[in-house]
């Protein structure tokens, strides 16, 4: 199968077609990433997502860096004042405004996306590229090691690991001093830790695929080493999985803030969307929807765009794909 | 067959590794990260006296390595010991917590699975068009919603507001349940809903190019006789796997919805567990659950080579 795909790449490249040519130099131009960027310029849905996303980044930058929403603690009115022109979310049960809450609690959803990939993509890339690129007994410890992971629920290791950080609160306020917010560190590290398995699975099955490829046997040809063929060679060419599963990963961490905040392993000394909605258990019976309202929409817009910038990233990096979900 | 069966045998003895692996990894959790329980258990201040004792009962003054076993045994003899909260026996409690949970959870299962592949089966059989559009934008809008929220909105409109179903709680025997699983079970099939028609979806689709589809429009049948008899058929073996792997779950309950609905199924063992720093049964269930779920893919691997003779499992 791959000798016939050569063999025709070989003579597409010699036709002597003059139009042929020109398509060869276009394609040239254009970069595998470039290529991907005016695929997904076609779509303007994924645009408009991709906007969304950048625009709460930058919210979520901005309230981070205290220029945002810093006075959410700040007490504006009654309480639970219902939506007006004053206040367009009303205000909770302290009188503190509900449109700056959700404003401020944009700062968790992003960063607990952003944590919990950076925890597990260097896991999930790591073990999996060693998996499917050194196979034997690396392979089959790796998969024994991820099997095993994900042998447990994943609610019920994410809940476990949350809840045992929590315990260590006097240890880690000692380290990171009495402000530090252990309820969003133990989200970041609970969720980091069970996110890694998917990641590893899909890297390892690309790894193996590329290893027996041609470039990789002409890097092996040139002398190149292992590092150098798994990092300069092979590791390139998957980094599409990686992005994508990024998207999908942070609707995910973003959703099981709510979960954990309901489980009471939530983040407690700043506002974010799942204690916001995890507050209207109470609030309902009393007419109060405001807070709820509020963080719902908020999370919907982003978990929305980030669905659909997951399916475009995938149908605009990894064509074959396309269309499957 | 003979490959099969070796395949098999195969399978079951990598069971054991895994096993002691979960067995490992729920060790390192509770006995060797989390922190000393005997604290959480008696207060502040404790005599010197009584922590031996706690220790003593909770097997905690045996030596690592001997903790481990003990799990391991747990594993195998599904001997879990009594639980630190209640002091009930933990398989008994298992036993008490199952009925309730599978009350909720069966029919919410059929009903969801059901459902998705009828609506999956008109999103192909329209692919392309405006009803596939529209109910592919409906299930990711769905998907983009946290599913406390659909609790809380069901809640307090079906049940409080207009009174359609029991707010709370739950009673044993067959008519009375129903009262009080309705609610959750409708919730739980408007959840699954999105992920499952998108999924279903896909399998059917990956079915509908294929050349025997070709073929049979090229002898001229219908559309509607190539996608129930031909496309849907081939496309139940994904289906059918798919949905095998998920029965183990279906026994662990749900940990949100019995939680909130005061339904005493598994899942709200589990979150009084939780709160209560109920470690035995903490462990007891995970281990359950990965029991569960290691038997049941293997069972899921086996049902692909009985329905589909075109795979072989090596």
């Known amino acids: 199968m791959l000798k016939q795909n050569t063999i025709n790449d070989v003579r597409g490249a010699m036709s002597p077609s003059k139009k042929a040519d020109k398509i060869n130099t276009v394609l040239k131009d254009r970069s595998l990433w470039l290529d991907a960027w005016h695929r997904l310029k076609q779509d303007k849905i994924a645009v408009v997502s991709l906007a969304i996303v950048l625009f709460y980044a930058v919210v979520g930058l901005l309230s ?37 809450k959700i404003i401020s609690g944009t700062q968790v959803a992003m960063s607990v996306g952003l944590i919990s990939s950076l925890i597990a993509i260097p896991i999930g890339v790591g073990l999996g590229a060693c998996a499917g690129y050194f196979g034997k007994w690396v392979d089959e410890a790796i998969v024994w090691f991820y099997t095993t992971f994900s042998s447990i629920p994943s609610i019920m290791l994410l809940m476990s690991i949350a809840f045992i950080i929590q315990k260590f609160q006097v240890e880690i306020s000692e380290v990171f001093g009495a402000n530090f917010d252990i309820g969003l560190f133990a989200v970041f590290i609970a969720l980091g830790l069970t996110s890694w398995v998917g990641l590893c699975r899909l890297i390892r099955g690309e790894v193996m695929k590329h290893k027996n490829r041609e470039y990789v046997q002409a890097a092996d040809a040139l002398g190149a080493g292992h590092t150098r063929k798994l990092f300069k060679h092979i590791l390139p060419n998957v980094t599409h999985i990686i992005i994508i599963n990024t998207s999908l990963q942070f609707q995910i961490a973003i959703k099981s803030e709510v979960i954990l905040s ?52 995938r149908d605009a990096l990894d064509p074959k794909l396309k269309g499957k979900s | ?270 979150i009084s567990a939780l709160n209560a720093s109920d470690f035995p ?12 779920y290691i038997i049941f893919t293997l069972i899921q691997d086996i049902v692909y080579t009985v329905v589909d003779p075109r795979i072989k499992l090596q």
């Open chain 1, 262 to 313: 309901y489980l009471g392993l939530g983040v407690s000394g700043q506002p974010s969307w799942g204690t916001m909605i995890n507050d209207a258990k109470e609030e309902l019976a009393r007419g109060v929807y405001w807070q709820l309202l509020g963080a719902t929409i908020a999370m919907f817009v982003v978990v929305l765009a980030f669905n659909i910038l997951g399916d475009a990233l």
């Open chain 2, 281 to 292: 049964v903490l462990k007891a269930m995970s281990i359950v659950s990965a029991v569960a």
């Open chain 2, 1 to 270: 067959m003979n490959g099969n069966l070796n395949y098999i045998i195969r399978r079951l003895i990598y069971l054991i590794p895994v096993l002691l692996g979960v067995c490992f990894l729920i060790f390192i959790l509770f006995n060797v990260v989390a922190p000393d329980p005997v604290n959480m258990m008696l207060g502040k201040h404790p005599t010197a006296d009584q922590i031996i004792e706690v220790r003593e009962q909770l097997g905690l003054n045996k030596s690592l390595p001997a903790q481990y076993l003990d799990i391991v045994k747990s594993a195998f003899t599904f001997d879990f010991g009594r639980s630190w909260a209640t002091k009930q026996q933990i398989s008994t409690m298992f036993m008490n917590g199952a009925i309730p949970s599978l009350t909720l959870t069966i029919p919410a299962f059929f009903i969801a699975t059901f459902s998705s592949i009828i609506f999956a089966v008109i999103v192909a059989y329209f692919r392309g068009k405006g009803v596939d559009l529209f109910i592919r934008v409906t299930c990711i809008a769905m998907m983009s919603i946290s599913s406390l929220v659909y609790i809380l909105v069901f809640q307090y409109f079906l049940a409080y507001k207009w009174g359609l179903f029991e707010i709370s709680g739950y009673e044993y025997g067959f008519p009375n349940f129903l009262y009080y699983v309705s609610l959750p079970i409708l919730i739980w099939v408007v959840l699954s809903l999105g992920p499952d028609i998108r999924f279903y979806r896909t399998l059917i689709l990956d079915e509908i190019y294929q050349d025997y589809v070709r073929t049979a429009k090229a002898k001229g049948l219908s559309e509607r006789t190539i996608m129930f008899k031909h496309v849907l058929r081939n496309a139940m073996i994904p289906i059918v796997t798919y949905t095998v792997v998920q029965l183990p779950f279906l026994l662990l309950g749900s940990l949100l919805l019995e939680s909130f609905f005061s339904i005493p199924g598994l899942g709200d063992m589990t």
């Open chain 1, 64 to 100: 981070a860096m205290g220029l945002l929403a810093a006075n959410w603690n700040e007490v504006v009115g009654p309480s639970y004042a219902p939506p007006s022109a004053d206040y367009w979310f009303g205000t909770d049960f302290l009188g503190r405004s509900v449109s700056r």
